[in-house]
Structures are given as structure tokens and as C-alpha cells.
């Protein structure tokens, strides 16, 4: 023990005494080490020597400017490589936007390094000048981080993509605090734990303590995960049977003039034939339940703009889609939405239509989350050339979240893409559509063929099943391609078709939790409170030690 102790403590004396682009480097490779704990890799002891790392740079600064520095380039290289994955989309018309690549990726990456760099100067401030690293500073960077997310996910229409609470996915026990929490729960926990090992250079006789509780704690998270799940058994809603439609058009191809009719007639095909294109079968998947897929689906379930074109003004198109529909159910499908206004442009929108048999539009839900320079563009008179998508003009935001009836069907939450991202904003809240019934499931319809073959399409499925988990909902994804799935409301695939893949996922529908959640109904607050007492926590144990009492506690 005493060997690797002298070991850590060197390690710390080095990074300490780095100066100059040797210590800005270094703060950005630590940050790059946290992104290889997200989806898909999911390398969570990584997590350890990044905020281990980051705290004993803070601690070693003598003014706050280093330390916001060291926040920065730490938050700089995170997203980098968390995020880089963004400029496939620019890659789609490289001729028009491929001199942005670079702009974008270092450009939102210096945005986005501007949260840790608060994070970084909070700690600067709550913790002991001049101090050793100790459990405290563990305890304020775990707040303060989580206060940061929480902000990213808020200001300026919000971010809050690989928040670090994801890096469970890939362990179902590992989300279930979600129910209570919600991710930013898990975020806390999670950087708590992960710099914990930074006091293991602290001069008191236990040392490992706070490293060793904070194991402790995870083992209880885990077993407590496992527990849930043991009594969680998935139940299906009677007589509804969905057929989940991947298409996997290349988004280069999906808006061609020559090619848009037969990416419909490709989908329709896909909707009629289970086994897929050219004889292939198709994804027939239930892991995790004794379901036997029924032959005809009752429901037909296509992606975001799977459609392309404004579906509302093409009434012989509609009768073609009448063929794919069933009789006693319905095809939704993401297509546009034009509405007229008198004296002035046309408002479009990014829609979810609801087909019947007959080819008639039931019910439409327009997206209301839009996407920065996807849907629209800030000052877009001056800007609008930055805009990646179809056409010049702004897409028109919806009202917000709603909560649909359809024949044949539960009450639902719709989704569009981005939507599903935002804790505690995928259903109505007050003053937003809440007279009538509580959904029962939500519906993601997405086009991550935007990011091509890369962590992007993971990463926003890691998303959507920690919506499922907070609410106690299931959630059916369906995706032009990566990555449709069935999830179940404690956050486990029922059924899925992976990233790349053309066909179709016959599977039933998930009954939710019947008990509301803790999270569906105090959202991100609690969450919130408990990143004020880490931070007030880890600052009481600063002036403690600072006192001389009990400093190995600290």
C-alpha cells in the first residue's frame, strides 16, 4: 500500500509542477480520457485519473484564472471527443460546409469547455487555499460538475448530451437511480466516486478512505439495482402488436428528386413484407421477455422524415401510404408540415403524422425542441448560410410536449429527434396540454443518419433509455437508421435493430410502471439539492481539516 501510495503521489507532483501548453495538454488529455467512458465504449475507470487529475491541477493553482485554465482545456478536450462525431453532418454537402468542420468541432468544443471551466473555478474558490487534495474536493466537484450539466442542459436552449451519469448503460442495475434522481443523480454519484482517489496523496493516515467508501457506495447502487430489476417482469399491452420500419437511407440520398418516391415505396415494402428487403429476414428480437411476435402488425411506425416530402399536401401519396397502414390502426410517420400565414412566409415544421387505412391525417404533432443550426439558425438574416439542412429559412417550433391518442393505442408522449435528450421535459408539465389522460409510453422517431457510423447514434440512445428509466415509461425508438429499439420502463431492450441496418422490428408494446416514479414527480430538483449539499459538504470537511479536526476525514 505504501508503495502505491508513493506512486500517486509522484504522478501528482508532476502534473502539479506542469507550466504552459505541457499543463494545457495535459488537462485536455484528461478530459478526452472521461469521453472513453461514454457510450459506446463505456471505459468507466477512466473517470478516475481524469478527475483525480483534474482536482490535483485545480489545487495546484496559487490564482483562479489557472484554475478556470485548467477547467477549460479539461471541458475543451471532453467534448471534443465526446462530440466529434458532429461533423459527418457537414460532410453530407461537403462542398457547401466542409470548410466548417474544423470551426464546428473546435468551435462547440471551446462552448462546451466553458461549463467544466465554471465547475473548475467553483472548486478554486469552496476548497482550501493551498491545501492538499482530500475527500472535500471531491465532494465539491461532484456538485459543482453536476450544477454545470444542469446549466448546459437550460442556457441557450440547452445541450445536456453526454451528461456523465450515461456512462451506466451499459449496466442495467447501474441506471435504476435514475427512477429517483434522474441522470444528473447519476452524474453526481459518478464524479463523486471518480475523484475520490485524489486524496490519496493527502497527508493523513487513512488516505484511501474516501476511495474506499465511495466503492463501497457504487457496490450499493449496484446491488440496489439489481434488486429492482428482480421484480421488474415485462408486461406487454394487450392486442398491440408495433412493426418498427429502419430503412437506412444515406442522408445524402434522402431529399434527391429522382430518389425520394422510391425511399417510399422501399419503406412500404418493408411495412408489408417481415422479411425484409431481397429476402433478407427481418430483426425479430426479444431479449429480455417470453413474447411471441404476432403476424400482422396493428401499428406501423416509421422515422423522422421518412417521409420527404410536406405529406399534408400530397393526397395521391396518401393513398399510397393507405396501403401500409392497418385496418384497425394507424401508420405514424416524420414527415414536414407547411402552414399557410397570410401576408407572410409559409411556417414549416418538422412533423409526426398519423395515417389511417383510409389515408386520411388523423392527428399531426410538430417538433418543438428545435436543433441549433439544424432547424434554425440565431440572427439568421446574417447567419442563415451556417444552416445544414434543407433550405435557408428557420423550421417553426411547436407548442411543446403533447400527449396523443390513436386508435388502437395507449395515450403517448411524441419525440423528434433532439427532444428526447431533455430530463424531465419529454411530457406535458403545467400549462402545457395536461387536461387530459397521462401518456403511457413515449415515441422517439429520429434520423441519426446525420452522424453516419460513429458514437453519435449510441450516445442518443444511451439518452433515451434514461428517459424510460426517469419516468417509468417504455420508449419505442424508431430510427432511419441507428438505431431503432423497444425499450422497457426500468431502461432494458426488448428489441432492437442496430446501427447500419436496413428492416424491421416486429415487437409488442411495454406496459409502463404503474406507480409513478420519484423523478416524474420532483424532476431534476432533487437532484439539484443534493449537488448544493455535496458542494456544502465537501466545503464544511475543507474548513475542518483546515482546523485540524480529523483531517484524514476530510
Not at 474544423?102 to 469547455?113: C, D, K, N, Q, S
Not at 433515451?464 to 419516468?471: G, P
Request: hydrophobic residues 50%.
Amino acid at each position: 500500500m505504501t508503495g502505491a501510495l508513493t506512486g500517486v503521489r509522484r504522478l501528482h507532483d508532476l502534473a502539479a509542477g506542469l507550466t504552459g501548453w505541457r499543463r494545457r495538454g495535459l488537462a485536455a488529455v484528461l478530459g478526452l480520457l472521461a469521453a472513453g467512458a461514454l457510450p459506446p465504449l463505456h471505459l468507466v475507470f477512466l473517470l478516475i485519473p481524469a478527475f483525480a487529475g483534474l482536482i490535483w491541477l485545480v489545487a495546484s493553482r496559487p490564482r483562479l484564472r489557472g484554475a478556470l485554465a485548467d477547467g477549460w482545456w479539461f471541458g475543451a478536450g471532453h467534448a471534443a471527443a465526446g462530440t466529434f462525431w458532429i461533423s459527418h453532418s457537414l460532410t453530407i454537402d461537403l462542398a457547401r460546409h466542409g470548410w466548417l468542420i474544423p470551426i464546428a468541432v473546435l468551435g462547440f468544443a471551446g462552448v462546451l469547455g466553458l461549463f467544466p471551466a465554471l465547475a473548475a473555478a467553483l472548486l478554486y474558490r469552496l476548497r482550501r487555499a493551498g491545501a492538499a487534495p482530500g475527500g472535500g474536493d471531491a465532494l465539491i466537484l461532484a456538485g459543482v460538475w453536476t450544477i454545470g450539466e444542469w446549466l448546459r442542459g437550460w442556457l441557450f436552449t440547452g445541450f445536456p448530451w453526454n451528461l456523465m451519469g450515461t456512462v451506466w448503460t451499459f449496466a442495467d442495475a447501474m441506471i435504476q437511480p435514475a427512477s429517483m434522481f434522474g441522470v444528473f443523480g447519476l452524474s453526481l454519484v459518478t464524479v463523486w466516486a471518480a475523484a475520490t482517489p485524489a486524496a490519496l496523496v493527502g497527508a493523513g493516515r487513512r488516505p484511501w478512505l474516501a476511495s474506499a467508501f465511495a466503492a463501497a457506495f457504487l457496490a450499493g447502487v449496484w446491488g440496489g439495482g439489481l434488486w429492482r430489476l428482480a421484480g421488474a417482469e415485462t408486461a406487454f399491452a394487450p392486442g398491440v402488436h408495433l412493426r418498427l420500419v429502419q430503412p437506412n437511407i444515406a442522408q445524402a440520398d434522402k431529399w434527391r428528386p429522382g430518389l425520394r418516391a422510391s425511399h417510399v415505396t422501399r419503406q412500404i415494402e418493408l411495412s408489408l413484407n417481415p422479411k425484409g428487403l431481397n429476402g433478407a429476414p427481418a430483426a425479430l428480437q426479444n431479449q429480455d421477455a417470453d413474447y411471441v411476435p404476432a403476424p400482422e402488425p396493428t401499428h406501423v411506425i416509421w422515422a423522422e422524415t421518412a417521409v420527404p416530402y410536406v405529406l399534408g399536401r400530397e393526397p395521391v401519396l396518401l393513398r399510397a401510404l393507405s396501403h401500409a397502414t392497418p385496418i384497425a390502426g394507424a401508420l405514424m410517420t416524420g414527415s414536414l408540415r407547411i402552414e399557410d400565414t397570410p401576408g407572410g412566409p409559409p411556417r414549416v415544421y418538422n412533423s409526426l403524422y398519423v395515417v389511417e387505412a383510409s389515408g386520411r391525417v388523423a392527428l399531426t404533432y410538430d417538433k418543438h425542441h428545435l436543433v441549433p443550426f439544424g432547424e434554425y439558425v440565431p440572427f439568421q438574416d446574417w447567419l442563415g448560410f451556417l444552416k445544414i439542412t434543407q433550405g435557408r429559412g428557420n423550421f417553426t417550433p411547436g407548442p411543446g410536449p403533447r400527449v396523443l391518442e390513436v386508435k388502437g393505442l395507449p395515450p403517448f408522449s411524441p419525440l423528434i429527434c433532439y427532444e428526447v435528450i431533455f430530463p424531465h421535459a419529454v411530457l406535458p408539465t403545467a400549462g402545457e396540454n395536461v387536461d387530459g389522460p397521462r401518456a403511457r409510453w413515449l415515441l422517439n422517431i429520429t434520423n441519426d443518419a446525420w452522424f453516419g457510423v460513429s458514437p453519435g447514434p449510441y450516445q442518443h440512445l444511451a439518452a433515451a433509455r434514461l428517459r424510460s428509466v426517469e419516468e417509468g415509461l417504455p420508449l419505442v425508438r424508431v430510427a432511419n437508421t441507428g438505431i431503432s429499439a423497444v425499450i422497457d420502463p426500468w431502461g432494458r431492450t426488448v428489441a432492437a435493430l442496430g446501427l447500419g441496418k436496413a428492416g424491421a422490428i416486429d415487437a409488442g408494446l411495454p406496459e409502463p410502471i404503474e406507480a409513478r416514479t420519484l423523478f416524474s414527480r420532483v424532476g431534476n430538483a432533487l437532484a439539484l439539492v443534493l449537488a448544493g449539499l455535496f458542494a456544502a459538504l465537501g466545503y464544511l470537511a475543507q474548513r475542518r481539516a483546515e482546523t485540524g479536526e480529523s483531517p484524514s476525514a476530510a
